[in-house]
């Protein structure tokens, strides 16, 4: 027997509607893959589930906003209004000079050069010689820079053992100070309780003549 007939319609069942959801969208997407590449077809595909989590695909060939162009085109429905329109130039316009100057980087590699002419050739090797120039310039002022830089931490050193020189000197300064005050008050107190000295005189001044 053969599978019945499924009614489609909501399913209220959370998990089973998350099931059939995973299930149905993975073989979206295979299909997409496969009309892809049996047929040769540009497809875009985008899924939006109800989480909001999006899912998308797109043939290698192609992108989604070329697809939506094409679709504008040939539908004659507007996707984008002029300030969109005006976005996209933008965007245009910055692609065509980044790949200018990527290919005038490689240029001035020396690749891909031989497509150009005298005069392009002869402006891209005064373009190169001011460049080495100015490198050349450039490295010439690091030593200069760095001497510079040296003597500055040289001056700022004699400074600081200047400043701790001094700070070492005044320090001594004051510890002699005191320690002449404290000299100078020992003398003082020793001066103030010195005991008296008296000399001894004999009663007959003239006894000595005698004996």
């Known amino acids: 027997m053969g599978r019945g007939k499924i009614e489609i319609k ?39 589930g109800s989480s909001g989590k999006m899912y998308e695909y797109c043939s290698p060939k192609t992108n989604l906003i070329d697809m939506l162009d094409r679709y504008q085109r040939l539908s004659g429905n507007k996707l984008w209004d002029a300030k969109h329109e005006n976005l996209q130039n933008e965007i245009d316009r910055i692609k065509k000079e980044n790949e200018s100057m990527q290919i005038e980087l490689r240029h001035l590699k020396g690749e891909d050069i031989t497509s150009l002419n005298y005069e392009e050739l002869i402006a891209y090797e005064d373009a190169l010689e001011n460049g080495l120039t100015n490198i050349r310039d450039k490295k010439d002022e690091i030593p200069k820079m760095m001497r510079k830089h040296e003597q500055v931490l040289e001056e700022e050193n004699k400074h600081l053992m200047y400043l701790l020189k001094v700070k070492g000197d005044s320090s001594e300064n004051r510890h002699k100070s005191w320690w002449q005050q404290s000299e100078m008050a020992a003398m003082g107190d020793y001066q103030a ?15 000595h003549e005698r004996m």
């Open 193 to 207: 309780h010195e005991p008296f000295s008296f000399r001894v005189q004999p009663m007959q001044p003239n006894l």
């Open 10 to 48: 909501r399913i209220e069942n959370t998990s089973n509607r998350q099931v059939t959801y995973s299930k149905r969208k993975n073989g979206i997407i295979k299909k997409a893959k496969e009309i892809t590449v049996l047929c040769d077809a540009n497809v875009s595909l985008v899924i939006y």
